[in-house]
């Protein structure tokens, strides 16, 4: 209405799908949480990348791999896939539920 275009919905994935991708090695997880969070504990193969400082530029090359964005609940994520977007990017996909969402179902973390 009014010719304003409604952004694309961003691409959810669960914690149990994204940890399939992972054991196939078909996914990159890039927590965009701050580092002292990250210390904490993260998915093992994690990439941090904090949104306070993230450009989509630094996101390493994912090799063929499905690049998932990851948070603490996925606000934070959410907002790293608008600046994706907005970069004409393909990276859409993020982890619905974030971290918490992770370890809710029982997936380990390392670093904690």
Aim: one cysteine or more; glycine letters at 12%; a positive charge.
């Amino acid at each position: 209405m009014f010719g304003f275009k409604k952004r694309a919905a961003h691409r959810e994935i669960g914690p149990i799908e994204l940890n399939a991708m992972l054991k196939d090695g078909k996914a990159l997880v890039i927590d965009v949480r701050e580092a002292s969070e990250f210390a904490t504990g993260h998915i093992e193969g994690a990439v941090n990348m904090p949104l306070s400082a993230f450009s989509i530029r630094n996101i390493p090359d994912p090799e063929g791999k499905t690049v998932v964005l990851q948070c603490a609940g996925g606000r934070r994520s959410g907002q790293a896939l608008d600046q994706c977007a907005k970069a004409q990017s393909n990276i859409d996909t993020h982890l619905a539920g974030g971290i918490g969402a992770w370890k809710n179902a029982g997936l380990p973390v390392v670093g904690s």
